[in-house]
Every structure is written in structure tokens, then in C-alpha cells.
């Protein structure tokens, strides 16, 4: 599809498990933005890319979260030992400028922490 | 500490009624941005704005950019249950970075 794609879009997990969750932005796209949304709530920044490298994970909540992008496309973000404060929907969007302009957002996975 | 206030947190309101939505900063804005949010779906880009006392409009709904570019509002004429949604406003960083988000106004449009 010719949107930024996300999956899984639902994961339930336990407490204490690893969970990887996808994003397959606009093709072309060189900047990814990851964000965590709370029930009802406003977007919380995690980790932007430009390319392949992080310049600003400043919002990652915790070393137990991770995030990698290879190939200047797919990025993966990996959340360790989950807690169920880690429950929230995990946005991903893309952006073909390089100045902060338009965000194309995926409709996001929905993590539950049983 | 959340750099961009909205309110209010919700409005419900009778279809064909008038509705504003305001997003409040203590600092300058270099460019503002609202997006609409409706449910199990990402947030849209509505309009952006970068010049003081800028206003633009979309149909119905009419976006404001403060003189001193620290606020911005939304203005809604009209409205239809379709507009029904959550709505965002959100400030750029420096270039190359992140927006950052404001908390959102739930906005339930009624028949």
C-alpha cells in the first residue's frame, strides 16, 4: 500500500515478555518518528531516524526500550521485560522532508501488558 | 511538563452548533500544526500555520495563528458528526527533529 504500514496492530502480551513491533514507512520517506499514545490522550515522542541513525531518542521511556531502522525503511521497535505501564498504542509515522513538515501516520499497534 | 496546552480536554456539542478549540505554549512557535485523530486510526494533518496572525481556512473549520505565535486556535462553524474526532496540535523543534504533541481536545459531535 501506498501508506505507512504498522504491524502487529494488536499484540496482547505477559508481563515480563520481549515485543517487537513494526513500521513500513512511505517509500522514499527518510524520516521515521515513533510515538506512544495513552488512552484518549496526546502523542508522547519516542525516537525520530533520518536515514538509519537516531539523532534524538530523548523520549525513550526506559532501556528497555529499542529501536532500529536498517536500509533507510523498516524500523523496528523492540520493548524488553514489558510492564503493564508499557500498555498504549505505538505510533509510527514517516516524513519526506527534512525539516519537521507533514507526519504520515500508520494507524499503530496497540500493545496490552497482561 | 507538556509544552503545548490544549482546552478544553472535551467538548460535546449538537450537531449544527459552533465549536473552538485552543492550544496555548509559554515559548515561541516557528510553525504550528493541527491534525484530527478519529478512532483506531493515526492522526491526519488538517493545516499548518507559521505566520503571526495567520488565518487559514478548510471548508468549515478556521485555523488561527496568534500575533505573538505562542497560541493558535480552531475554530469549527457548523458542525457535522463527521467532525466527530480527536484533535492535535503540534509544534516543530529545530530542523530535522520532532514534533511535539499537545494533549488533545476529544470533540463529540451529536445528531
Known amino acids: 500500500g501506498a501508506g505507512v504500514s504498522q504491524s502487529p496492530s494488536n499484540k496482547v502480551t505477559e508481563k515480563g515478555k520481549d515485543v517487537e513491533l513494526r513500521c513500513d514507512p512511505i517509500?522514499?520517506?527518510?524520516?521515521l518518528y515513533w510515538y506512544r499514545q495513552s488512552l484518549g490522550q496526546g502523542l508522547e515522542f519516542l525516537i525520530y531516524?533520518?536515514?538509519?541513525?537516531?539523532?534524538?531518542k530523548s523520549g525513550l521511556p526506559s532501556d528497555r526500550f529499542s529501536a532500529e531502522r536498517t536500509g533507510g525503511s523498516v524500523s523496528t521497535l523492540t520493548i524488553q521485560r514489558t510492564q503493564q505501564e508499557d500498555s498504549a498504542v505505538y505510533l509510527c509515522?514517516?516524513?519526506?522532508?527534512?525539516?519537521?513538515?507533514?507526519?504520515?501516520f500508520g494507524e499503530g499497534s496497540r500493545l496490552t501488558v497482561l | 511538563t507538556q509544552l503545548l496546552e490544549q482546552s478544553p480536554q472535551f467538548l460535546s456539542i449538537q450537531e449544527g452548533e459552533n465549536l473552538t478549540v485552543y492550544c496555548n505554549s509559554s515559548?515561541?512557535?516557528?510553525?504550528l500544526q493541527w491534525y484530527r485523530q478519529e478512532p483506531g486510526e493515526g492522526p491526519v494533518l488538517l493545516v499548518t500555520?507559521?505566520?503571526?496572525?495567520e488565518v487559514k481556512k478548510l471548508k468549515r473549520l478556521t485555523f488561527q495563528f496568534g500575533d505573538a505565535r505562542k497560541d493558535s486556535s480552531l475554530h469549527i462553524t457548523a458542525a457535522q458528526p463527521g467532525d466527530t474526532g480527536l484533535y492535535l496540535c503540534?509544534?516543530?523543534?529545530?530542523?530535522?527533529?520532532?514534533?511535539?504533541f499537545g494533549g488533545g481536545t476529544r470533540v463529540l459531535v451529536k445528531p
Open positions: 509515522a514517516s516524513s519526506s522532508r527534512r525539516n519537521t513538515g507533514e507526519l504520515f
Open positions: 517509500s522514499g520517506h527518510t524520516a
Open positions: 531516524f533520518q536515514g538509519n541513525s537516531a539523532p534524538d
Open positions: 515559548s515561541v512557535f516557528s510553525s
Open positions: 500555520v507559521v505566520t503571526g496572525g
Open positions: 503540534a509544534r516543530g523543534g529545530a530542523a530535522g527533529n520532532k514534533l511535539t
